[in-house]
Nanobody
Framework: QVQLVESGGGLVQAGGSLRLSCTAS????????MGWFRQAPGKEREFVAA????????YYAASVKGRFSISRDNAKNTVYLQMNSLKPEDTAVYLC?????????????????????WGQGTQVTVSS
């Protein structure tokens, strides 16, 4: 069983920064790509960013590209999301997830259904 625990959320003013962390249990963390998603009240879960198992490949949603940066430390079983130049529309619960990696030859995915384990999420609120 894999457990993912997010931390680092909070309240920040527009233009500010936050760094989210997601720590995974188990020894297989380094074998899987990981992703960050977000969900605002009344909206569908939305892809934010993903990173390959080695950390040498990343993929971002257009809405966050150039402002957010995903990284990982396999020695610490942790994936990070550095969020800069935050906007009120970034307000959401942010969740990390493990990519099941089935049938895509290592290509990163922005589909919710591609991910098999999810954390509980951490709230990010950006005030205007």
């Amino acid at each position: 069983q894999v457990q993912l625990v997010e931390s680092g959320g909070g309240l920040v003013q527009a233009g500010g920064s936050l760094r989210l962390s997601c720590t995974a249990s188990g020894r297989t963390f380094r074998s899987y790509a990981m992703g960050w998603f977000r969900q605002a009240p009344g909206k569908e879960r939305e892809f934010v960013a993903a990173i390959t198992w080695s950390g040498d490949g990343t993929y971002y949603a257009a809405s966050v590209k150039g402002r957010f940066s995903i990284s990982r430390d396999n020695a610490k079983n942790t994936v990070y999301l550095q969020m800069n130049s935050l906007k009120p529309e970034d307000t959401a619960v942010y969740l990390c997830a493990r990519d099941a990696g089935l049938g895509r030859g290592g290509a990163l995915s922005d589909y919710v259904a591609s991910y098999d384990y999810w954390g509980q999420g951490t709230q990010v609120t950006v005030s205007s």
